[in-house]
Each structure stands twice: as structure tokens, then as C-alpha cells.
């Protein structure tokens, strides 16, 4: 699908007003090319509603972005696909280098899609700009040159969920049951989630990997129950959390449940009678400062709901590319790499410090919260259905203390 946006939509404050802001040179404003963006996410299957997020970012970014005078005074052409599976992204990503000439490629939320995406990305020397990937292995030994990553690693969503457990005092000692989603993201965090156990003195006594099209939990649940832990932590996505949430509430578990990973669609489609515990969460609704709030209230008119952490980040890596391709005066994949990894990289994402990418990995380097779902009869509405934590880190600290202990690999460029 291709969409060519015109529509005199404008997000004003905050994180539009950084990227969009720029002066263009007057040569760049005079060329009349379109800077054209593949966007592939998968819309179907058990990350469909997060694709349906990520397209929705992604459509109003590029409205943003071409109401305030394009990037580098290019009006920005979008081409968007349902990546679906590996295969399936890496074939549609070589037909929008080859057939449709993007100059990048921005989304995606399956890790082991983002890695055919990257390597495909790599052979032509375009950018590919991961939006929902977790894997540390893709920062790791699987990086790539040419691969940016505006979504966060699973060891810093390990690690800050783990903190706030052991201010709980719910690790050392104590007995962590896990279930983790059979595929590269899955493994990925549960190999993040046994190193920080390990760390800290936590005791894994059950650990089961769930097929991705599983939609019975209740095998599951049963060896949980037998199990006894202190702890349940799920290393699921998709509609898999969803489906276990409504599970857990039949089978009146109590058990202290929460996660390392996390979208809010999911807390959404379970429903305030389902959702329980406390997530990690790279961004969500309630995040109060003027940017966040105006692009949720753009969200909202533009969709008449709420935006969703996966539509942040679709959304915030449009604009980072058009800041880029603003300040680098053209869109090829060397002069972008080489913007993005500079020290004057840094980008409004809607917290309270700016993010900015560590050119050791090219992983965006920003705060993240924690959300703790509210007992059923205190949700006002079916969006607001937990409360959000303060950034973390918090401000007296450094912002990259969460990603210094990662698994996966060491990143060679």
C-alpha cells in the first residue's frame, strides 16, 4: 500500500517541533524528489495488533512530517507491507530497495524479521530503522552497521523490571516460574532474564517455551499451580499475553505476576477484570509532559483512541529519520550512519531527557518506565487501566545504566 500524505495536520510542540523544525538549505528545499520510506511490520498472526499500532504511528508521523515542509524540504512518499514471517520481510524489503527505491526502510516487530530486514538492508547500503525488535542478539553478534534500534533491548527491560522486584524484595532467594514465546525474542529474553536470577541470588524453578501460535494456556497454568513460585514472568508477546492474562483469572492464580517485556495492547485487550502485576514499558499514554501529551491527543483525533507503545515508536523513528535526513542534506545510508552516530544526534522522544544512539550498537539510549495494573473497580476507563512509574533511570543517574549488562553477544561493525 502506498500513501502520499498532504493532509495540513500539524503536531506543534515537543518531539514534531525538534525533528520537523530544522532549517533546510535552499537547495534541499527546492528538490522536488519525494524521500520515499518502506515501512514493513507484520498485521497479522499473534503480532497483528501491534503492526495495526505501528502502522498508525507511522501514517501520522509522515503527515507531521510533510506539514511542516517534509525532510530536508522533501515531501515524504510512504510504502507500507505485512512483513508476516522472516522470509516474507526479507523478500518485501529487497522489492522496496529494488523495485520501489526507498531510501529506508523503517518498522517491524519480530527480532528474527528485523535480522532478514538488516541483512538485506546492509547489501544496499540503506538504513533500516528497528522499531519493535527486542533481541540483545541484534545489538550484539548479529548487529549491522546499517541497523538502528529505536525500541529498547530486552536486558534493559530485565534489568529494570528486576530492580523494581528486588526493592519488592521478590528475588534473592525467592522462586521464579517463566514462560518465554518459542522464537528468537523469547529465547533471547529468557537467556537476559536467567543471567539477572543468577545475578541476584533468584531461584528458576520452572521454565517452559510456549509455541507462538499456542492459545491454551492451561497446561501451563497447571505446572505453575503445582509449582508453587514466589514469582510468575512471562517472556511472551502479542496475543500471547493477552490469552494468558483471561487464563490466569479463571484458574484464580495469585501468584505475583509480572514480565520483562511488555506492550499495552495487551493489558487493553484483556481488559481491567484480566490485567494484573507490573511491566517494563519504553513509553505509554500516561507519560505526563507537553510532547507526549500532544501526540496523545493527535493519536486520539486522528484514531479515536489512545496510542499505543508500539505506535510511539514507529511514530518517534520517523521523525528521527527526518531529522536525519534534514541535517545530513541527503538520504543515503553512509551520510545517515554517520549523522546518527554523532554527538549531535540527540532527539526529543517525549520523556523528560533526550535519547541518542550508542554508536557502539546503535541502540537508542533512553529512560523507560515501569506501568502496575489498578485493582478492576479503580480503572476509569478501558484505556487507563494501570498507572506508570517515574523515567528510569531517574534523573541523578546515568542514562545508559541499564543497557551496561547485556547478553547476546559483542557488536563488530
Known sequence: MTLKTTRRTVLRTGAA?????????AYLRAQGAPLKIGHL???????????????????????????????????????????????????????????????FIIGEISSASCLTISQVAARYGKCFVNTGGNSDSLRGADCNRYMFHVETQNSMYVNAEGEYFDAQGMVDGKNWYTLSADYAFGHDLLNAAKAFLDANGGVLVGDDLVPTDATDFSSYLLKIRQAEPDVVALNLAGTQITNFFKQYGEFGLDFTLGGFGFDTVSAWAAGAQNFRGTWPNVWNHLVQNDASQAFVQAFT?????????????????????AQAVTAAG?????????????????????????????PSDHQLIQEIYAITALPAGEAQNEWDIFTTSDPVPAA?????????????????F
Request: glycine share 12%; hydrophobic share 35%.
Open 41 to 103: 511490520t507484520p498485521t497479522t498472526g499473534f503480532l497483528g495488533p501491534l503492526g495495526e499500532y505501528a502502522q498508525m504511528g507511522i501514517k501520522l508521523a509522515v503527515e507531521h512530517i510533510n506539514a511542516n515542509g517534509g525532510a530536508g524540504g522533501r515531501q515524504v512518499e510512504l510504502i507500507m507491507e505485512d512483513s508476516v514471517n522472516p522470509q516474507t520481510a526479507s523478500t518485501k524489503a529487497e522489492r522496496m530497495f529494488e523495485r520501489d527505491q526507498v531510501d
Open 17 to 25: 517541533g525538534l525533528a520537523l523544525g530544522l532549517a533546510a538549505p
Open 396 to 412: 541523578n543517574e546515568p542514562l545508559e545504566r541499564l543497557a551496561t549488562s547485556v547478553t547476546g553477544g559483542t557488536c563488530s
Open 301 to 321: 483525533t486522528a484514531y479515536g483512541k489512545p496510542p499505543e507503545n508500539q505506535a510511539w515508536g514507529d511514530y518517534n523513528a520517523g521523525l528521527i529519520m
Open 330 to 358: 541527503e538520504a543515503g545510508g553512509d551520510a545517515l550512519v554517520a549523522y546518527l552516530e554523532s554527538p549531535e544526534a540527540q532527539f526529543d522522544l517525549m520523556k523528560s531527557r533526550k535519547g541518542y544512539f550508542r
